[in-house]
Antibody
Framework: EVQLLESGGGLVQPGGSLRLSCAASGFTFSGYAMSWVRQAPGKGLEWVSAISGSGGSTYYADSVKGRFTISRDNSKNTLYLQMNSLRAEDTAVYYC??????????????WGQGTLVTVSS | EIVLTQSPGTLSLSPGERATLSCRASQSVSSNYLAWYQQKPGQAPRLLIFGASSRATGIPDRFSGSGSGTDFTLTISRLEPEDFAVYYCQQYGGSSYTFGQGTKLEIK
């Protein structure tokens, strides 16, 4: 059974940093691209970032480019999102999600339950 | 960036009725890269349809997807009480994913 478990969310001040983690199990982690998708309170889904199965290719939404860094440790079956220079508009539930192939493309077939990030003074 | 526009914003129907949800893209989308998701309150999204028309594992056959180019449709043939939720379309292109703004399917 595919499981994705996010951690690391919480309250942070504007301009601060936070690192999210996602522990994956139930599938060959290195065989799949992974993504982060966020959802602001009461709003729709927004794709944030994706990384290929090897970790060699990364992709970002314009809204987070230069501030967020996605990475993965295939030996630990773990996905990360380093978030710097956080803004109030980054407040959201952040979902770890598995892409349907080794390369970020197509659909997102499994989702974690999400971790809440609140940026506020 | 491709923009996806979903309509209607809210759809009010009764159990047993047929639901038709639309997703229009600002430019042509590869059918291979068009998906639909269902999200219930307090839950993560769930993949329903991938490749515009293929049902994901475990999805009942009352859900179907169709369309190509810039116009895509999710149809629920006969609504069950558990189908009332928010539905999102999503596309992949240009090294990024985009989602539509969602259609809320509510009980009439």
């Amino acid at each position: 059974e595919v499981q994705l478990l996010e951690s690391g969310g919480g309250l942070v001040q504007p301009g601060g940093s936070l690192r999210l983690s996602c522990a994956a199990s139930g599938f060959t982690f290195s065989g799949y691209a992974m993504s982060w998708v966020r959802q602001a309170p009461g709003k729709g889904l927004e794709w944030v970032s994706a990384i290929s199965g090897s970790g060699g290719s990364t992709y970002y939404a314009d809204s987070v480019k230069g501030r967020f860094t996605i990475s993965r440790d295939n030996s630990k079956n773990t996905l990360y999102l380093q978030m710097n220079s956080l803004r109030a508009e980054d407040t959201a539930v952040y979902y770890c999600a598995r892409c349907s192939s080794w390369y970020p493309a197509g659909s997102i077939d499994y989702w974690g339950q999400g971790t809440l990030v609140t940026v506020s003074s | 960036e491709i923009v996806l526009t979903q309509s209607p914003g809210t759809l009010s129907l009764s159990p047993g009725e047929r639901a038709t949800l639309s997703c229009r893209a600002s430019q042509s989308v590869s059918s291979n890269y068009l998906a639909w998701y269902q999200q219930k309150p307090g839950q993560a999204p769930r993949l329903l349809i991938f490749g515009a028309s293929s049902r994901a594992t475990g999805i009942p056959d009352r859900f179907s997807g169709s369309g190509s180019g810039t116009d895509f449709t999710l149809t629920i043939s006969r609504l069950e009480p558990e189908d009332f939720a928010v539905y999102y379309c999503q596309q992949y292109g240009g090294s990024s994913y985009t989602f539509g703004q969602g259609t809320k399917l509510e009980i009439k």
